[in-house]
């Protein structure tokens, strides 16, 4: 059974720029969410897709949005990029049906933002 | 979700078992109570989840007294390796669905 996986691994962007995320999630889940981990703080929700609709949303501003296709795979994209976007990006992915708070995480992607 | 507090930091020692606190003092009836662990530059795992009483697993176990306002996880006989970051985690499905919050989380130091 194949894990969360996400690309790139790295990526360094400047001010302004745009930027896609992606993450393939784990055999048979149909959740995907994305976080943001700036150094030393704990991940901050940003927002979740189920079946291709978004199922909750963080507060982040619109400039960052996403996408679910049909086998479940997500992106993040990020419009006018700012220094403080500067972070690792996680995508996490949870069964069917999950009643409780176990989703599964991937390696993340390390954004640089100069 | 529930406000979750937890120590910082601690240290210890290879062959300890570590007890790391968690106070969710406004948990909801419906809320579970999950512990992940992060390594530096990785997402973080599951490690434990329960509702009350005790649970145990493979690599911990999770206390949850009957007024379920606090939690423990105990990690038995530690070794280098547990050095990362654990997370105390309150909520559970909520209708815009599961969004995990984070707090800063107790940063774990093993050391020889």
Same mark, same amino acid.
């Given at each position: 059974? =194949?894990?969360? @996986?996400?690309?790139?691994?790295?990526?360094?962007? =400047?001010?302004?720029?745009?930027? @896609?995320?992606?993450?393939?999630?784990?055999?048979?889940?149909?959740?995907?969410?994305?976080?943001?981990?700036?150094?030393?703080?704990?991940? +901050?929700?940003? !927002?979740?897709?189920?079946?291709?609709?978004?199922?909750?949303?963080?507060?982040?501003?619109?400039?960052?949005?996403?996408? +679910? !296709?049909?086998?479940?795979?997500?992106?993040?994209?990020?419009?006018?990029?700012?220094?403080?976007?500067?972070?690792?990006?996680?995508?996490?992915?949870?069964?069917?049906? =999950?009643?409780?708070? @176990? +989703?599964?995480?991937?390696?993340? =992607?390390?954004? @640089?933002?100069? | 979700?529930?406000?979750?507090?937890?120590?910082?930091?601690?240290?210890?020692?290879? /062959?300890?078992?570590?007890?790391?606190?968690?106070?969710?003092?406004?948990?909801?009836?419906?809320?579970?109570?999950?512990?992940?662990? $992060?390594?530096?530059? $990785?997402?973080?795992?599951?490690?434990?989840? /329960?509702?009350?009483?005790?649970?145990?697993?493979?690599?911990?176990?999770?206390?949850?007294? *009957?007024?379920?306002?606090?939690?423990?996880?105990?990690?038995?006989?530690?070794?280098?390796?547990?050095?990362?970051?654990?997370?105390? #985690?309150?909520? /559970?499905? *909520?209708?815009?669905?599961?969004?995990?919050?984070?707090?800063? /989380?107790?940063? #774990?130091?093993?050391?020889?």
């Amino acid at each position: 059974e =194949t894990g969360v @996986t996400q690309s790139p691994t790295h990526l360094i962007k =400047t001010r302004g720029q745009q930027v @896609t995320l992606r993450c393939s999630s784990q055999s048979g889940h149909n959740t995907v969410s994305w976080y943001q981990q700036a150094l030393g703080q704990g991940p +901050q929700f940003i !927002f979740q897709y189920y079946r291709e609709e978004e199922n909750g949303r963080g507060n982040f501003p619109p400039r960052f949005s996403g996408l +679910q !296709f049909p086998n479940y795979s997500s992106e993040l994209n990020v419009n006018a990029l700012e220094l403080d976007d500067s972070a690792l990006y996680l995508c996490a992915s949870s069964p069917a049906g =999950t009643q409780t708070d @176990t +989703q599964y995480f991937g390696p993340g =992607t390390r954004l @640089t933002v100069l | 979700l529930a406000k979750t507090t937890q120590p910082i930091s601690m240290d210890s020692y290879e /062959g300890q078992e570590v007890n790391i606190t968690c106070s969710h003092n406004n948990i909801a009836t419906n809320d579970y109570i999950t512990w992940y662990q $992060q390594f530096p530059s $990785q997402g973080p795992r599951f490690i434990i989840q /329960g509702y009350k009483t005790k649970v145990t697993n493979e690599v911990a176990s999770l206390f949850i007294p *009957a007024d379920r306002k606090s939690s423990t996880l105990s990690l038995p006989r530690v070794s280098l390796s547990d050095t990362a970051v654990y997370y105390c #985690l309150v909520g /559970g499905q *909520a209708g815009g669905g599961n969004k995990l919050t984070f707090g800063t /989380g107790t940063q #774990l130091k093993v050391e020889l």
